[in-house]
């Protein structure tokens, strides 16, 4: 069994900054990729930024600039660097990893619970 455990939401004015983590800890062999997506009232839950174990990120345009994330691999932690925060980007934000057991290619997916950013003046 994976958790991952996220840290790091809180209410910040426009503008602002927030820096998430996510902990992933298990019988873990190596984890693929890990990402952050975000899911608003009323709306669907969508991918905000992953990044894969040898590096390469993945940026939604709406965050585009604003936002980076990052890794550390001997640690199974992501980061998610927030900037510029808008209104827009109030969300509930989950950790996501896609997970494997032992060198075979199976991977597994599991999410975080969710951590809260409000940006708000």
């Known amino acids: 069994q994976v958790q991952l455990v996220e840290s790091g939401g809180g209410l910040v004015q426009p503008g602002g900054s927030l820096r998430l983590s996510c902990v992933a800890s298990?019988?873990?062999?190596?984890?693929?990729?890990m990402g952050w997506y975000r899911q608003a009232p009323g709306k669907e839950r969508e991918l905000v930024a992953s990044?894969?174990?040898?590096?390469?990120?993945t940026i939604a345009d709406t965050v585009k600039g604003r936002f980076t994330v990052s890794r550390d691999n001997a640690k199974n932690t992501a980061y998610l660097q927030m900037n510029t925060l808008k209104p827009e980007d109030t969300a509930v934000y989950y950790c996501?990893?896609?997970?494997?057991?032992?060198?075979?290619?199976?991977?597994?997916?599991?999410w975080g619970q969710g951590t809260q950013v409000t940006v708000s003046s």
């Open positions: 298990g019988s873990i062999f190596s984890i693929n990729a």
């Open positions: 996501n990893a896609r997970v494997r057991f032992t060198s075979a290619l199976n991977e597994f997916q599991y």
């Open positions: 990044i894969r174990s040898g590096g390469s990120p």
